[in-house]
């Protein structure tokens, strides 16, 4: 198994940071957006946008590891 991208690591890190580390980004109530305080919709924001940085970073993999799978069954790398 190879060792993932710097790419997908960052993705992956992406919403965890978004989420913990911009606090003082949106630690307010004013704007309403949509109806919900800045910070909630800023959290619910952040709970759409995970999976989707997952599935980017799931993409980024699958050609890599295909490619490994690839090259091993010909006898190229061990």
């Keep these: 198994m190879k060792k993932p991208s710097l ?3 960052l993705l992956g890190l992406l919403p965890f940071a978004g989420v ?7 630690d ?11 910070n909630f919709f800023w959290l ?6 995970t999976p989707l ?5 799931y993409r980024l993999e699958v050609p890599r590891d295909t ?3 690839r090259r091993h069954k010909e006898g190229n790398q061990p």
């Design 7 to 9: 790419a997908a690591i």
């Design 53 to 57: 940085c997952m599935w980017a970073a």
């Design 44 to 49: 619910i924001s952040w709970i759409v946008l």
């Design 28 to 38: 307010r109530i004013y704007p309403m957006i949509l109806g919900m305080p800045f």
């Design 20 to 26: 913990c580390f911009s606090v003082s980004l949106w």
């Design 67 to 69: 490619e490994a799978l």
